[in-house]
DNA sequence: AAGCTATGTGTAAACGGTTACACAAAATTA
DNA sequence: TAATTTTGTGTAACCGTTTACACATAGCTT
């Protein structure tokens, strides 16, 4: 790899003019540019970002957290931080944390160690506190923070929705699958489902489940020998309703018409599920992008107060909720 | 954040005192270690990775270039990367290439000027001299070169596999679709299923189609009114197979008695489908896992001939493919 | 006791950029 | 034409590490 010195030899200039040049900072003659340019051209001379990084003690890398890539949620996040982020010519270094927090700490201490320039994270709650005194801005991403700039969406008028679509569709005994409580914004949706169905005279019942597609094999067998009756089940995310679909289509239940089921996400697949799976949609793509636009703006110092953005969430009417006019 | 200087002056001792209790490199007194650690300890100092890449010229960075994250594929093999680099300390700079070329280079570049240590990627087939003349270690990932390594799957047994399936199991009119010819694996695999048919005296049609839903759903419609005597289809991956499930469904036609179905990928929601999608599968964790493993070799010059490494893939029989022994 | 080797530490030069500063030449002003 | 401003360029310090080298001292050999 070519160096600004190389370049600058070949030139015959200083490396200096060399460096602005490249900048466009400072003073150049027209002709210098041009010998600049040709020899930065005949050497392929392109400037190495670690030594820029380390003197401007920032780099062009931002570091991103998400809990899992591998939990279909997260890579349409992830390609909208990328897709924003790559226009602006910055890099992103990424890290699963599977919601545990000394592997988020280990990421934000080598995040730092390579000068990032800012951070998007999707982390739990307890390690907040490890972005507090941070000199570079950071950016809360399906999570939220009081003092720390976010993006997320509307969790509680989304399973305040999912509640009012069962029970608007004539669910009256409907069970309620709660995901990790650890994990703030799968326990503020179920949250809001629960207190709009305690408020209707309908039978609820709670039960608990990972986010995972073995987790709602587990739970909802379960559900189906405990609470036999059940005519509503709204699950904590697509792929728990997934495994619902299945379990009910296995034992013979007619979905919609003994059974409405409702997911939450609505991740590419859903739509793919026989019945098409009725779920509440999350822009996730749309909420990454907007996590990088935040986070640039803050870069640039352009905005500097801490800012909530709250994306609208969406029901999404597929196969397994009724039409609303058909009441049972 | 504290430096190197901080340290050494908090400890009474010199710079490259520090730098050798830190580095465990040439011979430090057992009280100084004691003391230098202690100051470390006081100021929460962590090295900075950016001098460090500075002045070894190489970074704990790795460079992984996918073509899209938000294909179901990939994410797992994302992953497989991270969790063996992880280990090792390393960390990645991650970009979606599209398969575009220049969205390749442009990476590839960005990702020198970074220092990777190394570079891991599932790039098109013209896009590889871009890696000829790098004097870092470069692992091909779902993809294939003479000169680079690689790790990849068993393209050729995994077509020929499904063709197999749908023959053994009775199909006689069978259309094939082929996924992009650009794209090497997806090419390989239709080639495979081809000859294979084509040596059967059955009735072989071929259509074309992107890797995406959309792409599929059109591709399907159209299948079925130009063919609808066809009783067996191979998909050039899950996500097409699964549009053309939706398809079959919606049309009436009984799967598996009426017609075939048979995927390729086995990525996770296969399995959620109704009926559960018959595919070949691939390892993709594994894959993405292995060709970490040898880039580290690479970089830590274990290993310097070029290894191509050809993992298997497998039926995995479900429920739009017939028994085998109840062929029709 | 003299001459080794092994141990322990500091100084300063890298690594490859950016930029403050100095200075000279050209252009503008009075 | 002299004074001033603008333009153009180079020198060297700096960013935070690592390490070659020099040097001092301690512990061994004879």
Redesign the interface.
């Known amino acids: 790899?070519a160096t600004i010195r190389d370049v600058a030899k070949e030139a015959g200039v200083s490396v200096a003019t060399v460096s602005r040049v490249m900048n466009g900072s400072g003073y150049a003659h027209e002709d210098t540019k041009k010998v600049v340019m040709a020899a930065v051209e005949k050497l392929n001379y392109?400037?190495?970002?670690?030594?820029r990084?380390?003197y401007k003690r920032k780099?062009?890398?931002v570091g991103l957290i998400l809990p899992?890539?591998?939990n279909?949620f997260?890579?349409?996040m992830?390609?909208g931080v990328?897709?924003c982020l790559?226009q602006f010519g910055y890099?992103?270094?990424?890290?699963?944390s599977d919601e545990k927090r000394d592997k988020e700490i280990e990421y934000i201490?080598?995040f730092?160690?390579?000068?990032v320039v800012g951070m998007i994270a999707s982390t739990s709650e307890e390690a907040n506190e490890n972005f507090d005194n941070l000199d570079i801005p950071v950016v809360l991403l399906d999570r939220t923070a009081e003092k720390l700039p976010a993006v997320y969406s509307d969790q509680k008028t989304g399973g305040k929705l999912a509640a009012r679509v069962l029970l608007d569709r004539g669910s009256k005994n409907i069970v309620l699958i709660r995901g990790p409580v650890e994990i703030k914004p799968v326990y503020e949706r179920y949250m809001a489902a629960y207190e709009e169905l305690k408020q209707a005279k309908v039978n609820v019942q709670v039960m608990d489940s990972s986010l995972t597609?073995q987790g709602g094999q587990t739970c909802v067998k379960q559900l189906f020998e405990q609470y036999p009756e059940t005519d509503g089940i709204i699950a904590c995310n697509d792929i728990v309703a997934?495994?619902a679909?299945?379990e009910i289509?296995k034992r013979g239940i007619r979905i919609p018409e003994d059974i409405q089921l409702i997911g939450y996400d609505d991740i590419?697949?859903t739509?793919?599920?026989?019945p098409p799976l009725s779920t509440i949609r999350q822009p996730a793509y749309e909420m990454g992008a907007q996590a990088a636009e935040m986070l640039i703006k803050r870069i640039n110092q352009e905005e500097v107060e801490v800012t909530h953005e709250k994306l609208p969430v969406s029901f999404v009417e597929r196969q397994t909720t009724r039409r609303k006019a058909e009441k049972t």
Do not use: W
């Open positions: 790899m392109k400037p190495n970002e670690v030594a990084s380390l780099s062009k890398l899992d890539i591998t279909p997260f890579p349409e992830a390609r990328e897709d790559q890099r992103l270094i990424f890290g699963n201490d080598t730092l160690q390579n000068n597609l997934a495994a679909l299945q289509l590419a697949f739509a793919l599920l026989h």
